[in-house]
């Protein structure tokens, strides 16, 4: 994962309540462990049976390429708990994303995947929907907290501890455990006279 501090980020929106995880990535990109999965992000939402894609879909629009900032409906991410979906997003480019609500399995798999999953009111929302459909620029700045709004408006998050660590450091799971390894090793061989 890359590391988050500050960034500017042109944003996208998807207006749309209760977007579950099957939609975010449709069940048949699930049989495989590679995350490169950009091509199934919103794959039935975004392409058309023949894979060519649907011009009215948020994504597709021409001022949407290379958004990384996603501001969704209420209660995004829910259904199912596959990490396939934040893969896909992740692959896709998304760096950030603004919902009232996300599931909180999806929020999780968010943190731990390079994603800062960014919770706002409904007022704010609104106003950052409206700069979305817009693909206008948002800052987020995570080590304060804070987004800043195309408008200046400028809200602080709430983030955990820990996630919030590891997104700053660019850590998931297996790199957060791996930077320990100097430590443990160091440990392992002041005990080795005592096992000899």
Not at 18 to 38: M, V
Not at 60 to 88: F, M, T
Not at 99 to 112: G, L, P
Not at 154 to 175: E, H, M, Y
Request: with cysteine.
């Amino acid at each position: 994962m890359d590391p988050i501090t500050i960034f500017k980020g042109k944003s996208v929106g998807i207006p749309i309540d209760n977007i579950d995880t099957d939609q975010i990535t449709p069940a048949r990109y699930l049989k495989g462990t590679s995350k490169q999965l950009a091509h199934a992000f919103f794959a039935d939402w975004r392409l058309n049976p023949d894979g060519t894609p649907k011009a009215e879909f948020p994504l597709n629009k021409p001022g949407a390429q290379g958004a990384s900032i996603l501001v969704a409906g209420d209660n995004y991410g829910c259904g199912s708990s596959r990490e396939h979906a934040v893969w896909a997003a992740y692959s896709y480019g998304i760096r950030a994303l603004i919902s009232t609500s996300i599931a909180d399995i999806h929020r999780n798999n968010c943190e731990k995947n390079g994603i800062i999953p960014i919770l706002v009111d409904a007022a704010v929302r609104a106003e950052a929907m409206a700069a979305a459909e817009k693909n206008l620029e948002f800052t987020i700045d995570l080590p304060n907290q804070t987004l800043t709004l195309p408008s200046g408006k400028k809200v602080g998050f709430p983030i955990d501890p820990f996630p919030k660590k590891c997104l700053l450091q660019g850590l998931d799971d297996l790199g957060y455990l791996q930077s320990h390894l100097p430590k443990v090793v160091d440990h392992e061989k002041r005990r080795e006279p005592a096992r000899a």
